[in-house]
């Protein structure tokens, strides 16, 4: 029987490689991009594409409620932004505590109740980031640090509360991906030492393997050479 994975942000630079490669793996893909955006941005009769505003709680329940049985989730749903401690406002925190921290709580808390009620064992894979893991890293994008960390504690605490559930959480921790708003923001750097999306893709689907299922409480870093 052909397995099923929801991925939110699917029309993203990392949602897209996560798609494409669990497409390609033989997966049905239920595909959950914001209200308004294109819903064409892939086509495959594997596919199917929701449209749901992550940061609403009830929204986002009842659209993953909505979609079916599911075996997993991919939550890559986030944003990025530059900023020192002494130039960041707390608008910009709550801006990125809403877009990377919100839109993971709502849509892990739907996927884990979800496959709960169907007494369905399961993977949710959220995506973290280096900076949330080293403070020198942070410097010059801490509020994206601090909503990035509040996310790798959000993949341990659905760990305590999935034992015996046969659920777990994984979350991902890149350092720079190489996407096109990321090199317009810093055109000087060395791409080469970057993250390709497809690489971390590789990764997530890993954990969805035979082999890759029996880690558990897993934080991935994948830095390249950045």
Same mark, same amino acid.
């Given at each position: ?31 959950? /991009? ?10 495959? %009769? ?9 940061m609403?709680? %009830? ?77 020198? =890293? ?15 504690y959000?993949?341990d605490?659905?760990?305590? %509360? ?14 720079? /991906? ?5 090199? %317009? =923001?810093?055109?000087? =750097? ?8 497809e690489?971390?893709?590789?990764? /997530? ?22």
């Amino acid at each position: 029987m052909k397995k099923t994975i929801l991925v939110t942000g699917a029309s993203g630079n990392l949602g897209q490689a996560v798609t494409r490669k669990f497409l390609k793996e033989g997966y049905q893909v239920k595909g959950f /991009i914001a209200p308004g955006s294109n819903p064409d941005f892939m086509k495959d %009769e594997n596919l199917e594409v929701y449209e749901a505003d992550l940061m609403d709680e %009830e929204e986002t329940l009842k659209a993953i409620e909505g979609v079916g049985d599911f075996d997993g989730a991919v939550l890559t749903v986030g944003g990025f932004g530059m900023g020192s401690f002494e130039n960041t406002a707390l608008e910009d925190v709550n801006k990125m505590y809403r877009l990377n921290f919100q839109t993971a709580y709502n849509s892990s808390r739907a996927a884990f109740k979800a496959l709960k009620s169907k007494g369905k064992k399961g993977q949710i894979v959220l995506i973290g980031a280096r900076p949330a893991l080293e403070s020198s =890293a942070a410097k010059g994008v801490v509020a994206y640090a601090f909503s990035k960390r509040l996310v790798h504690y959000l993949s341990d605490v659905i760990n305590e %509360e999935s034992k015996d559930t046969g659920i777990t959480s994984s979350v991902i921790m890149p350092s720079l /991906i190489d996407t096109p708003p990321n090199r %317009e =923001a810093m055109p000087d =750097a060395d791409f080469d030492k970057w993250v390709k999306p497809e690489t971390i893709a590789g990764n /997530i689907h890993h954990l969805f393997t035979e082999s890759g299922k029996a880690l558990r409480e897993t934080v991935l870093k994948v830095y390249n050479e950045s």
